[in-house]
């Protein structure tokens, strides 16, 4: 039976050292707010939302809600983010993903300043976590996978890593930062070839293909730490499950994330954190 690396003890740790950096930052007047740029009415942007709200709340990050129709016009999401940028009073903004079809991702992107750019949607701050230089914030969720296997004591100094997942959304963030830490990382998709034997050959299996069940019992062995970044929902089960089929892999690896309650729960606090350091920054 493998250990279950869950995520609430993680976003706790975090949690308790944003506490005091927040008292600080507001007694040198500045308080921390977030803005939450949201398309639509989608259950995963409403849920992650609900998420973000309460963990902001918890250390004392402030959050300003836009919400758009889904019809709403390009210029009109471009002119949200750009008061966003000139509002001195916002150091981080989210901007829920995938936009509506017919808005262009990269173009409100671009309307954004870098600066305030919390979850690596300009391509200042991904191309700084793809190059691994410092500067841009990395992926919320990405950086979430790495903080999530320190907290549990997981070697990534010339381990091994397989991705499953190439978006630059999670798998190729991830793949950065495993690599910033010295880890020997492939990254494998839905096209790969022969993708069991890949996974198995590695010590840490990151599933991020955004495809339910990818990571089987085939793809793992005995002494494995399985990370699931997956959120799909099950239809027949009425429930949320990963990218990786919990059932059949859990018997077999030495740990595993499970889904709800592993990296997601960590994702809110890496958010929170990077709010905090983006405020942190106006006073630097």
Known sequence: MAELLRGAPVAASIQDGL????????????????????VGTRSDDLSYERAAEKRCDAVGVEVQKHVLPEGCSQGDLERVLAGVSRDPLVHGCLLFRPLPSGLDEAAAAAALDPAKDVDA????SLLSTLAGRLGGFAPCTAEAVVALLDHYGVELDGSEVCVVGRSLVIGRPVAALLLSRNATVTVCHTHTRDLSVCCRRADVIVA??????????SCVREGQVVVD?????????????GDVDFDAVEPIARAVTPVPGGVGSVTTSILARHVVEAAERTLA
């Open 229 to 241: 970044v997956g959120i799909n929902w099950d239809e027949r089960a009425g429930r949320l499950v």
């Open 208 to 217: 991020a293909a955004g495809h339910a069940g990818t990571v089987g019992a």
């Open 121 to 124: 949607i300009t391509e200042g």
């Open 19 to 38: 506490v005091p950096r927040v008292r600080a930052l507001r007694d040198s007047g500045v308080v921390p707010a977030l803005a939450i740029v949201r």
